[in-house]
Structures are given as C-alpha cells and as structure tokens.
Nanobody, 122 residues
Framework: QVQLVASGGGLVQAGDSLRLSCVAS????????LGWFRQAPGKEREFVSG????????SYADSVKGRFTISRDNAKNTVYLQIDSLKVEDTAVYSC???????????????WGQGTQVTVSS
C-alpha cells in the first residue's frame, strides 16, 4: 500500500520560513518524480513544484519561483519543500504526489498524500 505523508505545516507570520516534508512508503521511491501541490479555501488545487527521480530537474510555478525550493533524499524516501518569505497568499493545504516520469504540472499523478496545513498571518 502506497502512502505519502506530508508534515511540517503550521501557523506562521508573513516573512517566516517553513520546511515541509513528505515521506513515501510502499513504492520504489527512486523511480518516481514527486510534486508538491496546494489548495487554498475556495480555490482549485494548483501545482507548486516538482522534482525528477534523480533530483536533477526541478520545476516551479511562477508564483513561487525564488521563494520555494524543492529537494529530495532518496535514502530517506522523502521530498522536501523549503518555503521562504512566506506570504498570506501562500495559505493553503500542501500535498505531495508521485508519478512515473516528469513531475510537472498538467499531467496525471499516480499517488497522492494527505495534506499539511500552512497558514500565514499578516
């Protein structure tokens, strides 16, 4: 059974930083591209960032470039999302997902995890 468990969210102030983690189990982690998504209240889920199986290729939504950094540790079956200079508009539930192939937007993902809430106050 595949599981993706995200953690690291919380209530923070604008300008703070957070590091989200997503631990995977039940799959050959190094075979999968991994993506981070977020969904704010009343809005559709949106792609935030993706990373290839090797970590050599990364992609970001325009809205987060320069503030978000994705990384992965295949030895720990974990993907990370470092979020700096948090903004109120970053408030959302952040989830990770896995797929065989490139982890980019507008493609289907094979597995999804539950989310972790990030709330940014002004």
């Amino acid at each position: 059974q595949v599981q993706l468990v995200a953690s690291g969210g919380g209530l923070v102030q604008a300008g703070d930083s957070l590091r989200l983690s997503c631990v995977a189990s039940g799959l050959s982690f190094y075979n999968y591209g991994l993506g981070w998504f977020r969904q704010a209240p009343g809005k559709e889920r949106e792609f935030v960032s993706g990373i290839s199986w090797s970590g050599g290729m990364k992609s970001y939504a325009d809205s987060v470039k320069g503030r978000f950094t994705i990384s992965r540790d295949n030895a720990k079956n974990t993907v990370y999302l470092q979020i700096d200079s948090l903004k109120v508009e970053d408030t959302a539930v952040y989830s990770c997902a896995a797929r065989i192939g490139m982890a980019i937007k507008a493609v289907p993902y094979d597995y999804w995890g539950q989310g972790t809430q990030v709330t940014v106050s002004s």
